[in-house]
């Protein structure tokens, strides 16, 4: 599917005279090839953390109400939601409260991943097969988070795909850090939360 197909519903959704989000679209393709991915804070009605993994050029999206752990015996429930232009990686700030998604807007963490998990022919699995397959596994090297996690994709769903973020045992794993709760800054800006709504209100 082209670019412009997959955005489609970001737009949509979206009024870009009203709003400072990017319409997406700008960016050279060259970078749509890079594996980032970025977890921005939304304080819109509800308090969450938007997912995304640079896959196949947008962003591939996933609201987590509670956010990432980094204790692999808590899974995190992550609702799909639309694909976002690669530009988003780098939004911060405010959207307008009567539009959708109004709130404030942090770029909690960002960085690369990489995945490297084979099928039975020991041959790589693309990150687009896996989102496909509902089992995506992947190492994230970010400034807060880094090391092995896994998405699944639960089953019987209704309208909203459901999925869970889950953290892999191995030396990253920390039952006892709570990134959520003790790391409050951008990766972008070193802002607040609070910061980021004085500055950005106009
Ligand atoms: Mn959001």
């Not at 082209?2 to 960016?27: H, I, T």
């Not at 090839?33 to 308090?47: G, P, R, S, W």
């Not at 690669?86 to 991943?113: C, H, R």
Request: net charge positive; glycine share 6%.
């Amino acid at each position: 599917m082209a670019e412009k197909d997959l955005l489609k519903k970001y737009r949509e959704k979206r009024d870009f005279d009203l709003s400072a989000e990017p319409f997406g679209g700008d960016k050279n393709q060259k970078d749509a090839d890079k594996k980032i991915f970025v977890i921005q804070k939304h304080e819109a009605t509800n308090l969450h953390y938007d997912f995304r993994l640079l896959i196949a050029g947008v962003l591939k999206s996933w609201a987590i109400p509670k956010g990432p752990s980094t204790n692999p015996k808590v899974k995190r429930l992550a609702i799909r939601t639309e694909d976002h232009p690669l530009e988003y990686a780098d939004f911060e700030g405010v959207i307008p409260k009567n539009q959708y998604g109004g709130g404030t807007v942090m770029v909690w963490d960002s960085g690369t991943y990489s995945t490297d998990k084979k099928d039975e022919n020991n041959k790589p699995i693309s990150m687009q097969k896996q989102l496909e397959n509902g089992h995506c596994t992947f190492v994230l090297n970010g400034h807060k988070l880094k090391g092995g996690y896994v998405l699944l994709r639960m089953k019987n769903q209704e309208k909203n795909e459901q999925w869970l973020l889950k953290k892999i045992e191995d030396k990253e794993a920390d039952a006892r850090r709570k990134p959520t709760k003790t790391e409050n800054k951008s990766v972008l800006t070193g802002r607040t939360m609070k910061e980021i709504e004085k500055e950005e209100k106009s």
